[in-house]
């Protein structure tokens, strides 16, 4: 359930902005989605030119272009732990972010998943010192209302949809596209794409989700954009939390 909207071009804003923020000698999480394929690509051409970063990817779409634009790879264990060298700054899309509305708006939470990789999107997103959001107008909105991407263990499909019924919200297997069947995570799990209406309290519905068995990982992401770099027809839009 990939998201759209938005034109290539502030995509591609907004992703070669955050990508100009990255400095020498950084570990840099590589985030998944056509948005932050952009500052993946922007890294490599930074990376010809003599700049020198590794990579730690949140999927095999990540780690294959990543490869092809010449990043060298560093394994999520490889840079978090004693003695590692952390990850200094995650670049990563998003399906919407809320985004408060005035004269000083904020970056607010998060509803990552479209790709299907946001249970090691979080884990790269929380671990580095900042993360960095690359997102086209489309994705912004005042109040968090798409349907929420929550991985889950093959055998806990059911009791899980038992359990997102039960929090007020709809449960839909993702379908794989091209092939008979569901999506299948790269970690081998389901995913279920659950409708909850507009999303109120955010962080509530995340203890929510994270606390129910079965689950591996869902898609709201409260607490973890430092920066939200809005890629326009013009220009970049730079929201910080």
Known sequence: MKTSGGSDAAKRRA???????V?????????TGSTAAHAIRRLGDRVDAGLEVRGVATSFASRELAAECGIPPLDLDEAVGPDAPGIDVAIDGADQVAVGRGDDPTAGP??????????CEKLVDAAA?????????????????????VEVLPAGRTAVAEAVRAADG????????????????????????CAFGEIEDPDALATTLATTPGVVEHGIFVGLADEVHVGTE????????
């Open 170 to 193: 709809e449960p839909a297997l993702r379908r794989a596209e091209r092939k008979d069947g569901p999506v299948v995570t790269d970690n081998g799990n389901l995913v279920l794409d």
């Open 129 to 149: 010192d900042r993360f960095l959001v690359v997102a086209d107008p489309s994705k912004e909105a005042p109040v968090l209302d798409r349907s929420v991407p």
């Open 23 to 31: 400095a020498d000698g950084d570990v840099v999480g590589l985030g």
């Open 110 to 119: 998060l509803i990552k998943g479209g790709g299907a990789a946001h249970a």
């Open 15 to 21: 992703g070669e902005s955050a990508a100009e923020a």
């Open 234 to 241: 013009t220009g970049v839009r730079i929201v910080t939390r």
